[in-house]
């Protein structure tokens, strides 16, 4: 069994700064320290992007300082408020395809995460272009049959939402193309809509969560601007099985009192 965290848009501004009313670096120290008290002996953490709000150098110098707490290897992913040349420079040993798109591939065990870098620069939406949809390719076809847990920022899918819909991956369909009949992929982790989601998408199961700092509404209706909300951040705890895949969505400041056993049924 193969155990991850998956943490996404932590949003960070520079340290001391707030922001939608909200500390973000706050809130993911908080969330660092709940995961080390609880799941020090997870495999690795993705951050599926958004890792700072306006791609400020000091917000990742901030991101570098929590993560560096973590004991295992933490790997962050790019979304539509990042910078590449910043983040390559403010955190080391950064994913690299060799073509300067922040991707790469993880082997664990008998399973293999590729993390993707799907940030169009300048765009809220996504893009997956030619470089980086060769370099996917060649990576599914030298895995083989092998287990492939796919990570990302923009989902290659409408969820339903309008406001978020309008700003999902720009070329869906050749996404589509490069995973079809692709049978070994296990789930599809991303990020951006900063919502508790699953489902599954051409045969592919998916999932997502709140962010790190603020959150989008459950609006099926508004189409722009984005709303925001305060409902609680979460982060997932995966479990990667041959047979199975689990993720936990976890609200780590709720700070309600546990019920007390009253006996009986729950």
């Not at 799941?39 to 000091?58: M, N, P, S």
């Not at 990042?82 to 798109?101: E, K, S, Y």
């Not at 692709?182 to 709140?210: A, D």
């Not at 700092?213 to 990667?240: G, M």
Request: net charge negative; aromatic share 8%; glycine share 8%.
């Amino acid at each position: 069994m193969i155990k991850l965290i998956h943490i996404t848009d932590p949003h960070l501004v520079p340290q001391g700064e707030m922001l939608h009313e909200l500390d973000p670096y706050a809130r993911l120290t908080a969330c660092v320290d709940d995961i080390l008290e609880h799941h020090g002996d997870a495999a690795c953490c993705v951050i599926t992007g958004d890792l700072a709000h306006r791609g400020e150098a000091a917000a990742y110098a901030a991101l570098r300082t929590q993560i560096d707490r973590l004991p295992f290897p933490c790997f962050p992913l790019v979304g539509n408020h990042d910078i590449r040349t910043l983040v390559n420079t403010a955190l080391p040993h950064v994913l690299n395809d060799g073509n300067g798109f922040i991707q790469g591939r993880l082997d664990l065990g008998d399973a293999s995460l590729l993390m993707l870098d799907t940030l169009d620069e300048g765009r809220n939406g996504g893009l997956y272009c030619e470089q980086r949809q060769a370099w996917l390719t060649r990576e599914l076809d030298l895995l083989g049959d092998r287990p492939v847990y796919l990570f990302m920022h923009h989902p290659p899918f409408d969820i339903g939402i309008p406001c978020l819909d309008r700003m999902s991956l720009a070329n869906p369909g050749d996404f589509a193309r490069i995973t079809a009949g692709r049978n070994n992929l296990r789930h599809l982790f991303f990020g951006h809509v900063h919502r508790p989601v699953c489902g599954s998408w051409r045969g592919i199961p998916y999932s997502t969560m709140r962010g790190l700092n603020h959150q989008v509404p459950f609006d099926l209706h508004t189409v722009s601007p984005v709303p925001k909300s305060h409902e609680p951040p979460a982060y997932a705890v995966a479990f990667l099985n041959a047979d199975q895949v689990t993720v936990h969505f976890h609200d780590y400041l709720d700070r309600s009192t546990l019920v007390a056993p009253t006996g009986g049924a729950k």
